[in-house]
């Protein structure tokens, strides 16, 4: 990407690494490109004073029109990117997309998704990338595609390559993919079923006691209830809801980009559902 950047744009780069010697940012230092590397720790842990420092420093000493961040593979991507959207460097920065890439092979893997840090960086992401694609098989790449598709909340893009070669347009893809109204991927003996999804601005905060009342009371609201799932901010947290087959979960997820909540019925009134929806914000 570094090699294929628009020739009018100046980026800035920080790498993150695990280890206390850091090599990746050696690796990258050339006479055009300013980097910065914080090593000896995951951004988890060192995201705060000295990541603030670190990008302050490099915006007001190079003034990019963009700064990568290329954390570790143990890195907490979400509290990066609240760092990064938090006062000062908020007032700063616009956060573009997230990229996350993944080996198909350990993405069909279901030990890795019980891993909270790898189900985090996929959760974030608004561009998902398959490297490697040269090493996984036939059935490999349709399993992960299939994955992939079924993601909530979807991704802007879902990327294939070898060798890391991403496409430099990635990095401007829509921070979220627009709301799917459209027909759910239904069975033949469920054609008349409906599904419609709504979203809303990352900055609103939804409260957590109307969720609740909500999802508790949707069977008898929306009757034939099938599927209804979400990702809403609550009290500056963000928490996946799922209904299905009768009950509800909760969770803590990464997504950062919008609120959003998806319906599966026979039969519902969108602007009623929209309005229990708004009822719900603070």
Not at 66 to 90: F, M, N, Q, T, Y
Request: overall charge negative; proline content about 6%.
């Amino acid at each position: 990407m570094i090699a294929n950047r628009p020739q009018h744009e100046k980026w800035a780069v920080i790498v993150n690494e695990f280890g206390e010697v850091g090599i990746d940012g050696a690796a990258l230092l050339n006479d055009e490109l300013a980097v910065a590397e914080i090593a000896g720790g995951c951004l988890c842990c060192v995201a705060g004073p000295q990541m603030t420092a670190t990008v302050a420093t490099l915006l007001r000493r190079e003034k990019p029109d963009r700064l990568l961040i290329e954390a570790s593979g143990l890195a907490h991507a979400a509290g990066v990117i609240d760092e990064l959207r938090a006062k000062p460097l908020g007032e700063a920065l616009e956060v573009a997309a997230v990229l996350t890439l993944v080996d198909p092979r350990q993405f069909i893997q279901p030990d890795y998704h019980r891993q909270p840090l790898y189900r985090d960086q996929i959760s974030i992401a608004d561009v998902l990338v398959a490297n490697k694609i040269d090493t996984a098989d036939i059935p490999t790449m349709e399993a992960f595609r299939a994955q992939a598709a079924a993601l909530f909340p979807p991704k802007s893009l879902v990327g294939e390559v070898r060798d890391g070669q991403l496409d430099v347009a990635w990095l401007d893809a829509e921070l979220a993919a627009k709301p799917r109204y459209r027909p759910a991927v239904l069975p033949d003996n469920a054609s008349a079923w409906q599904s419609a999804g709504w979203t809303f601005d990352p900055e609103l905060n939804f409260d957590g006691e109307r969720l609740t009342r909500l999802f508790d009371g949707l069977p008898a609201k929306v009757p034939g209830l099938v599927r209804a799932k979400g990702v809403f901010r609550v009290l500056d947290s963000w928490v996946w809801l799922n209904w299905a087959a009768g009950q509800w979960g909760a969770a803590q997820v990464s997504w950062r980009r919008d609120s959003r909540f998806e319906l599966i019925a026979p039969e519902f009134d969108a602007a009623a559902v929209e309005a229990w929806l708004k009822e719900c914000l603070e």
